[in-house]
């Protein structure tokens, strides 16, 4: 599976949260990760930046998702804490997980959290 079919499925099918309930337990574990207080915070895949809404109002957030055009593989923006939630297992080859985990494991500067 290329990226651009990552995007298309993304397009039809929309993110993984089913409930607005399965989208918060994910998230406040997320946040149990990490100090996000005053954080410089990079969602990889952010889809709608639903995160946005759990983190602390110091945090500073920076969505990028397939579906706005912004590969992450070109994107080279350093931040604090980089969070890649829910997009591995859509990629399908384990050559592309190994390249996207490598490339923002660069990204991170205190934490990388899938």
Known sequence: M??????????????????????????????SLADFEGADVLDVGCGERRFDDYL??????????????????????????VVANGILYRLGEVGQVRKLIRHVWTLAETALIF
Not at 15 to 30: G, L, M, T
Not at 67 to 79: K, M
Request: neutral net charge.
């Open 2 to 31: 290329n990226l651009a079919s990552v995007a298309d499925y993304h397009r039809l099918h929309g993110d993984d949260y089913h409930s607005d309930r399965s989208r918060e337990v994910k998230y406040r574990a997320i946040l």
């Open 56 to 81: 602390p109002a110091s945090a500073r957030y920076t969505g990028i998702d397939l579906l706005e055009g912004v590969n992450v593989l070109d994107y080279r923006t350093r931040h604090g804490i």
